[in-house]
């Protein structure tokens, strides 16, 4: 890629989607600074800036795609720092009392800590790409506007001029707000009330635990929808993390903690609580609501001045497509530079029409699958009922069907579009296989959803 003389970015946050956003600019401008208000450990330890980073992550294959092509030599380097290889085949997701039929991607993803992840991508950036820094401790006060244009940012007084300013802040990103001030129209908002309350432990992860590597369990959403995900980490670790929503926490209580994780509908993860003395205390997350700015319907934004990743959407993260989802927006942005140039006006708008295309699937698998609890309260779109009704045969077909199993996989990880599951050779076999799911035969009311993720 060919770079402009003398530009330069600054993107605000050092999280996942900040990283593979000054990864990308990295290939159009000549010097990009990251700008990061947490001070960032040297180890691979949470961060206060990050508190849904002490529960269990996985990385889509989308995600490990983009990743790997971004970062040679990444994998090995996780590997070498304990990250636990696994594939597809080594997916237990149960649902109802019905596992699903063993399916495989053909391939070998890595499982780690969202803390190894985050501090391995950040090491690897600032080796592999010179262009690209980072300034702990710094937090951004500030957007500076001049003739309409977003030219830089204010940091504890001192102006630090851009021809970009990316802001991958999260999803209480104060940006929009600040703008909104200045007189630019505040994107609308499209949120789903889920409620969900997390509680994680990591305990030691012992040879005979399981042969099969990752454990995801959901309960019927319109009984307790319960969730539970362990998943194998760096150090011979688990990390598991229970989920529930509209007042059904987790307990903190160790005893308690367990007693609720039987309520699953396998043992698999309570046994392994019951077995093992944990490393840590119950550690909690709280997340009222799945929400998504419509940044793509604005009809007037600063040129010089993008938002990325959770800022645009941030997704019930039981559904895992956070990171990945970050990953290709980078992408999409890093064609719109391209095409229309840094300091291009069009830049913006191109971007957020390429953006929402990327998070409009993801956002309505977790928006069908949020909505099958009936306590879930926000605008459904158009069609979301009837959507739901489908996923849930494919679902259930999916415990019969190894052709179902693997599309429904690949929808999943972000490598193929929902569409694909809706062709008419598609529906033909989810209908006949869901007719043979166990959990259908034994009650034909049964009316599970939630979102297979690995």
Known sequence: ??????????????????????RVLSDHVDRVRILER??????????SGVPQGRHAHILLAAGQWVLDGWFPGLADELRAEGAVPLDSGGLVWRQGGASWTASDLGLCALSMSRPLLETTVRRRLLRQ???????????????????????????????????LVVACSGRHTRFLDLLA??????????????????GTRVVPRQPDDLTRAVAIEVDDP?????????????????????????????????AAY??????????LIADVL??????????????PTSRRRHVERLDRTPAGFLVLGDAICSLNPLHAQGMSSAALQAQALGRAIARHGLTSPQLARAFY????????????????????????DGPESVGTGLLNRYLDMVLRACRTSIPVARQTLRVQNLLARLASLMTPAMVVRVLLAARRSPAAATNPADREAGSPVG
Request: net charge negative; hydrophobic share 45%; with cysteine.
């Open 1 to 22: 890629m060919s770079r402009r003389e003398g530009s330069s970015a600054i993107v605000v946050g050092a999280g996942m989607a900040g990283l593979v956003t000054a």
């Open 38 to 47: 947490d001070r960032l450990p040297e180890d691979a330890i949470p961060r």
């Open 129 to 163: 790409r010179p262009n690209v820094s980072v300034a702990d401790e710094t937090a951004v006060d500030g957007l500076l506007l001049e003739d309409g244009r977003v030219v830089g940012v204010q940091v504890d007084g001192a102006r630090h001029r851009a021809d």
């Open 181 to 198: 001030e200045r007189g630019f129209p505040a994107p609308e908002m499209s949120a789903v009330r889920i409620d969900l309350a997390c």
């Open 222 to 254: 319109a009984q307790s929808h319960r969730m539970g995900r362990m998943v194998p980490a760096e150090g011979n670790r688990w990390i598991i993390t229970l989920g529930s929503f509209h007042d059904d926490a987790p307990p903190i209580e160790p």
């Open 258 to 267: 367990e007693d609720f994780a039987r309520c699953l509908p396998s043992p």
């Open 274 to 287: 019951a077995r093992t003395e944990a490393l840590t205390p119950v550690l909690t997350y709280r997340m």
């Open 353 to 376: 029409r390429q953006a929402a295309k990327v998070v409009d699937a993801p956002w309505r698998l977790a928006a069908a699958a949020d909505f099958a609890d009936p306590c879930a």
